[in-house]
T-cell receptor
Framework: QKEVEQNSGPLSVPEGAIASLNCTYS??????FFWYRQYSGKSPELIMS????GDKEDGRFTAQLNKASQYVSLLIRDSQPSDSATYLC???????????FGAGTILRVKS | DVKVTQSSRYLVKRTGEKVFLECVQD?????MFWYRQDPGLGLRLIYF???????EKGDIPEGYSVSREKKERFSLILESASTNQTSMYLC????????????FGSGTRLTVV
């Protein structure tokens, strides 16, 4: 069974701080990695994708990938109360784009 | 803007009823997926399809079936609804290939009484 592990949280950070969300995966053959944000009662929304080792930045979000350690993370700079949500890590496990999702990390940004 | 539309936002059905959940995407995506999401259990894959008239079982297919007669439409069928099928059902689609994330529909919250 291919697995994606996330700390369920909640992770609480003060407004303006950096939030760091982490994810590990078991399938060494995985090539594509995604972060989704899900507000309470809503469906998941894709916010970041990363395919190569290193960092990828998009606005206040930075995704980091280390394939050797089978580790992917999401940094949110200048965290805002509107960032409070559940963040899901997803990993591609086979051709055809079948994703395995982690259970999600709850983030709470306190004003 | 790309869109995945699920026919109902909220649905209440009785035990034993046959239930149809409809999902339509307007992005010409090859892949379509049905998940259910329950507190503490995360997203669980029920069925998926990589092409018209093609279907594959996911992790929890028991009690469900699917139909994909047209590329844009993927239907989930609960043959005989039971209370343990009360859940949030999420449809998603993506282009073919490993480098694309999913686009999710807004979800259907199904309650079976």
């Amino acid at each position: 069974q291919k697995e994606v592990e996330q700390n369920s949280g909640p992770l609480s950070v003060p407004e303006g701080a950096i939030a760091s969300l982490n994810c590990t995966y078991s399938d060494r053959g995985s090539q594509s990695f995604f972060w989704y944000r899900q507000y309470s009662g809503k469906s998941p929304e894709l916010i970041m994708s990363i395919y190569s080792n290193g960092d990828k930045e998009d606005g206040r979000f930075t995704a980091q990938l280390n394939k050797a350690s089978q580790y992917v993370s999401l940094l949110i700079r200048d965290s805002q109360p509107s960032d409070s949500a559940t963040y899901l890590c997803a990993v591609n496990i086979e051709y055809g784009n079948k994703l395995v999702f982690g259970a999600g990390t709850i983030l709470r940004v306190k004003s | 803007d790309v869109k995945v539309t699920q026919s109902s936002r909220y649905l209440v059905k009785r035990t034993g009823e046959k239930v149809f959940l409809e999902c339509v995407q307007d992005m010409d995506h090859e892949n379509m997926f049905w998940y259910r999401q329950d507190p503490g259990l995360g997203l669980r894959l029920i069925y998926f399809s990589y092409d018209v008239k093609m279907k594959e079982k996911g992790d929890i297919p028991e009690g469900y079936s699917v139909s994909r007669e047209k590329k844009e439409r993927f239907s989930l069928i609960l043959e005989s609804a039971s209370t343990n099928q009360t859940s949030m059902y999420l449809c998603a689609s993506s282009p073919a290939g490993p480098n694309y994330g999913y686009t999710f529909g807004s979800g259907t919250r199904l309650t079976v009484v």
